[in-house]
């Protein structure tokens, strides 16, 4: 009997181990200890992009400071849009990072946690004759976007709900990789203008000087920016939740959505965009 006591308590200690080290784990999801990695296409400028070989821009400023009361280094991978949710369900990072439209289609198949309300402009030649102030206009004209973006299916839908169903001329969707390759076309003159975020609008404008100008006058499809996770990793999407709850109560936070002169979404804005 005591022989047995013996051999059976060394197992227990190993098992009780192992327990813990699961608990631990269960805990702690995230992909390294003390990181947080995050998946960026880092080409959308002022959200992400890079600079001097360096990510920069509203969101990496951002995780930054929520990485630092969270108490996590914030590594960023570059990673094209279209290819973030895939990345993620596969495990490749812990969240992602990259000006990501909260939508129904996306909330069904990644978790996502709002920080920032947004929405589109329009992006045309500032000597072009087509001046579209809404998507409405768009009809019979080709009009260029990023792939993946949530606006496509709201333009798709638009062309056939409104232009086909009017009588009019579908609408010519163009898409390209990356949001600078949609400028190129436009400029080009490949496409007749260019939908895009609001603020990467702006950036546009401000680069390109005359060249190109916002021909809406209101934001359109106004929407809530988030980040994803990854479903059922629990532990990742509470220590976000408390991270920004404590991120947005310092100098810094309010420092940040003033440089880039960002919105903070209220909770009206929450209740009301966030799909039901």
């Known amino acids: 009997m005591t022989a047995f006591r013996k051999s059976v308590r060394p197992l227990a200690v190993c098992l009780l181990g192992a327990a813990v080290a699961m608990t631990s784990l269960a805990a702690s999801a995230f992909q390294q200890e003390g990181k947080i990695i995050a998946g960026s296409d880092l080409t959308f400028f002022p959200y992400e992009y890079m600079d001097n070989n360096k990510p920069a821009g509203f969101d990496i400023e951002f995780m930054d400071g929520l990485g630092k009361v969270m108490g996590r ?7 094209r849009f279209p290819n973030l949710i895939t990345g993620l ?11 990501m439209y909260i939508t129904a289609e996306r909330v069904k198949v990644i978790d996502m946690i709002p920080y920032l309300k947004s929405g589109e402009s329009i992006l045309t030649l500032k000597d072009s004759t087509f001046q579209p102030k809404t998507p409405e206009e768009f009809c019979g004209h080709k009009i260029g976007s990023m792939g993946a973006t949530s606006w496509l299916a709201q333009m798709n839908k638009l062309s056939t709900e409104y232009c086909v169903a009017k009588g009019l001329k579908p609408i010519l969707i163009s898409e390209y990789s990356t949001d600078p390759q949609t400028t190129q076309a436009l400029l080009a003159h490949a496409v007749e203008a260019q939908i895009t975020d609001a603020a990467v609008a702006r950036g546009v404008v401000d680069k390109l000087g005359n060249r190109v100008v916002i021909s809406s006058d209101t934001l359109i499809y106004p929407v809530l920016n988030g980040f994803g996770v990854k479903k059922g990793n629990d532990a990742v999407k509470t220590a976000l939740l408390e991270g920004l709850e404590k991120y947005r109560a310092t100098p810094e936070y309010a420092a940040l959505l003033k440089k880039y002169n960002f919105q903070a979404p209220t909770d009206a804005d929450i209740a009301a965009l966030m799909p039901k």
Do not use: I, Y
Request: charged share 30%; net charge negative.
């Open 73 to 79: 280094k914030v590594e960023t991978l570059d990673t």
């Open 89 to 99: 369900q596969a495990g490749r990072f812990d969240l992602t990072n990259s000006s």
